[in-house]
């Protein structure tokens, strides 16, 4: 026995909003495993917000942001040898705070650090007071 032909159409409806309430459904719970994801990784990880990096034009991401979070970094002072931790918090205020290059890392210890600033402002200082002669010509 045939069908009415005019039975085909409401049943592939069916099928179709069918399949659509499934996806839905599907993709409603994987939003929600998303989140909940992401609620776990913000609780244990400082987040790298994106929004707030210095916009560079560079074809790379850097690991950092490609990972999504900071993480404590080790390494040793360029000034003095000493071994130092880049501290993840202190990465999040260099990199989205004071607008750090997104490719800088630390290399200098805070005490080398605070010289470098010093000596630097000093030179500043040195040429804008007109001594800059007098350096070049001690050297
Ligand atoms: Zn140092």
Redesign the pocket.
């Known amino acids: 026995m045939k069908h009415p032909p005019r039975a085909r159409p409401p049943i592939l409806e069916r099928r179709k909003l069918k399949r659509a309430a499934a996806d839905a459904e599907r993709r409603r719970r994987k939003d929600k495993e998303d989140a909940r994801a992401l609620r776990e990784l913000a609780r244990r990880h400082l987040l790298v917000n994106p929004v707030n990096l210095r916009p560079d034009n560079s074809y790379g991401t850097p690991e950092f942001v490609r990972r999504g979070y900071y993480v404590d970094m080790p390494f040793v002072?360029k000034?003095?040898g000493?071994a130092q931790v880049w501290a993840a918090t202190q990465q999040k205020w260099w990199y989205e705070s004071a607008k750090g290059d997104v490719w800088s890392v630390a290399v200098?210890?805070k005490?080398?650090r605070r010289r470098e600033q010093a000596r630097k402002a000093a030179a500043r200082q040195g040429h804008l007071a007109g001594s800059a002669a007098k350096g070049k010509a001690a050297a």
């Open positions: 002072c000034g003095c000493a200098l210890c005490p080398c």
